[in-house]
Each structure stands twice: as structure tokens, then as C-alpha cells.
């Protein structure tokens, strides 16, 4: 299963914590397709803590997609 959630209009730090309260409810093998304005570089150590995986990809300027997964 995978959900997404847009942040790139809330102001910081809004989408640190939206994402993070978001990833708390991946169960394993799921997971959360984000669009952000730029990369979240404090994020990922949060994500890696908590032993999420993340793939980022830059569309453009102020389009940044991140796929962050739960393993199974």
C-alpha cells in the first residue's frame, strides 16, 4: 500500500512533522510517496533512525519526490 501527501506549501517545520507523524503508521513493506519544494536533508537521519528506507528524486527547481518505505 502506498499513500501520499503534498508539503511543499507549509511553511518549516510543518512538513518535517507531517512526514514524520505520517511514517508512524507504515506497516512493513508499505509506503509514503512525498512531493516537497526542496530536499529535506535534516529528515533522512530521522528517517534512518526510526529504519525507514528513502529514494528522492528531483523533478525540478521546487518539485523533489521522495518514496519512503517501511521494509518487509
Keep these: 500500500m502506498s499513500t501520499s501527501l503534498d508539503v511543499r506549501d507549509l511553511p518549516a517545520p510543518e512538513p518535517m512533522l507531517r512526514i514524520l ?4 503508521f507504515l506497516h512493513p513493506g508499505e509506503s509514503l510517496r512525498v512531493i516537497h519544494n526542496r530536499i529535506p536533508y535534516p529528515l533522512y537521519p530521522r528517517l534512518q533512525e526510526r529504519g ?9 527547481d521546487d518539485e523533489i519526490h521522495l518514496v519512503i518505505r517501511r521494509p518487509a
Design 21 to 24: 507523524e505520517a511514517v508512524t
Design 52 to 60: 525507514l528506507l528513502v529514494e528522492t528524486q528531483q523533478r525540478n
